[in-house]
């Protein structure tokens, strides 16, 4: 039983002190060395983790500097500090004074009491060659033997004074030196500090294997775990549907938990920033006027005013004096909010304009009527809660972003500066995280498989990047268009002109079972030249370098690949493209997407991502799984814009895939000619 020989050992240990060395002690220094090593690593981790911490990050520190649990582990440190440095003081005093009692320079070499230097000279002399380090000798030995000649030659008078050649024995209170007996202890006391540094030798392993396991999973994750919440993705992956609508994923957009979190901490802090200027204009207000003349008092003829026409006047001088205070309380990086500063356009001026243009509130909520929301410990609806309303008030004047950027109101405002920033930045905010949600939605649409879903997402990222309720209106699409000829010119008109089109496995003649095939084909974009040309103007207009604006561009098209068996039976399904999505969906119901046509299951979402404006053509090469069961297909490829209306274009290709156990593969035949060359070649050599 190990407990059993553990404690059999401590009280040997115990034994073993009998009055002059306390080494039942030695394990508890060492216990304590170990805890101040691993207690300054959490205290360095901890302040680097508080320095390089990100001001305004949704996650706060682990463990902050000013908390109870760093006070504590300074103070527990601390005490370990000076209880190591009194204990280690104790040992050795205690070490020293037991070979001071002991000490015997006599027995050490070996003469007696009685005899002369000359006999005390010849025994060093003798002992010295024997156990001398520079001979082989052990020089703790040799040490002992120095010490006994200087006892009885040199340090006499030390000897026979205080018993030992180096004087006094002193007592020191603390010493936080590393003393020989915690590296190389003798007896039972041996047994407990190798247990104890086995232990911690484990416990730094299991540490270190913890965290390298932590920081995979972190790496892994980290699109879903810092840029968009597991919880957020979780939220997309229950509520959407394949049969989600353009409006059902912006609605589930703005929405998912964490957009609904960020909104609520802004609207607190916009409700605090209302208090305080509130009780700053009635601070003002209530202040007394000096004014001997003040005009907006009551004059003489006051009596022949009627108590309506008082009031009225008192109202309108009330009125006037609080937009003075108003004024004078605005100064310099002072706040304007709809509600409190007179003129000031905001969230209620959005809403009530939207609702002229019949856009407010949203036509259709049927999609987030089965969602229950709770607000204060109440189920709410969807525009009952707060910071819900005010998301969908962020989407919606998104969608209807030129009707309101062009708008006499919104104009006016903006040039005598009367707009409510908060409302204004926060929807600045919220379209950032919004397109983190969307690119989100997207690959959860690629991981199951679902090509309705990722075809709608696609074009409500352009909906929500455009400004447009409807992205295949010809109404909208026309205005694009016009739009694009207004500034690019004609030739200016986004479009892509796909030619040399084939399916294949790349290096075979066919296609079989299992082979990472591929669409290649060739892009031109038709566009390129009067993109390039006309933002080149703007930016020597501007005195920006044009190469800051080209290396800036980003155009994103994604192409969408699906298959259908066309000589009988089902079309397989390909797995998950993404394992740590599916981990993180893993749960949820998915059926809804597993009941989809066979034909609309995703082969690959492929992302094109144009990073050079000036760039007029390209090959590209898609790359996907062929299926699994041999047969006829008919692949359908459909390319799309995120960026721009009326471009989306659609492909058929037809594909006869083969049994792969059938197919013997060319590059097994040419790996073996590529050998029998490289043997003919060495057979030249020699």
Known sequence: DPSRTLICCVFKMVEE????????????????????????????????????????????????????KMAFLAATILTS????????????????????????????????????????????????????????????????????????????????????????????QLSFALPGWLFHPKGTVSIILLLLYLGFFVGIIYVIITWETKQTKMSNKEVYDTSVAAADTA?????????????????????????????????????????????KINQDVKKPTTNAFDLDGDGWDDEEDDDATKKAKQEEASKLRVQKQLAEAQGDGNILMEGLDDGVLGQKWVENTLESMGQWPPRDLSFLSKITFRYKGKVVSALEHPAIRRNLCFTMGRLNSVALNTHGDLLDAHSKNKLDQTYFKGSMVYRQRAGLLLEAAL??????????LAKTIIEAVSMFKIGVVDPSSPKNISWFKGLMQKQYTEEGVPKLQ????????????????????????????????????VNVASCQRQGIPTQVALQTYREGWWVLVRAKKMDGGETPKVGNFDDVLSNIIKGFNTQKFDREKDENSLLVAWPMIVRNMAQKSGNVKVQFKAPSVPGKYTIFMAIKSQEFLGTDQDFQLSATVIDSTLVERKHEEKDESVEDEKEEETKKEK
Do not use: W
């Open 235 to 279: 939220y997309l992956a229950a509520t959407l549907s394949p049969e989600s609508t353009h409006e059902d994923i912006l609605f589930c957009i703005a929405t998912a938990p964490e957009n609904i979190q960020t909104t609520e901490e802004a609207l607190e802090n916009i409700e605090d920033l209302k208090r305080k200027k509130e009780a």
């Open 81 to 172: 500090i000076f209880g190591y440095a009194k204990i280690v003081a104790y040992v050795d005093y205690a070490i020293t004074q037991s070979e001071y009692v002991h000490f015997d320079p006599f027995d050490i070499l070996g003469v007696e009491i009685s005899s002369n230097v000359a006999e005390i000279k010849q025994a060093y002399r003798t002992l010295s060659l024997q156990y001398h380090p520079d001979k082989g000798g052990d020089a703790k030995i040799f040490l002992s033997i120095s010490t006994a000649y200087r006892a009885l030659t040199t340090d006499k008078d030390k000897y026979e004074r205080y018993g030992h050649p180096d004087g006094p024995l002193t007592n020191k």
């Open 443 to 452: 690959r959860l649409a690629a991981t199951l498989k679902s090509y309705r």
């Open 498 to 533: 796909v030619s040399d089109l084939n399916i294949e496995t790349p290096g075979q003649d066919e296609i079989a079972t299992g082979d990472l095939c591929a669409i290649t084909m060739t892009i031109d974009r038709m566009h390129a030249e009067a993109f390039t040309k």
């Open 17 to 68: 002190t009998n009055g002059d060395i306390p080494f039942y002690l030695m394990p508890l220094a060492a216990a304590m060395g170990i805890f101040v090593i691993l207690g300054g690593f959490q205290i360095f981790y901890v302040l680097y983790a508080n320095l390089t911490h990100k001001e305004g990050s949704s996650t706060p520190p682990s463990v902050p500097l000013k908390s109870g």
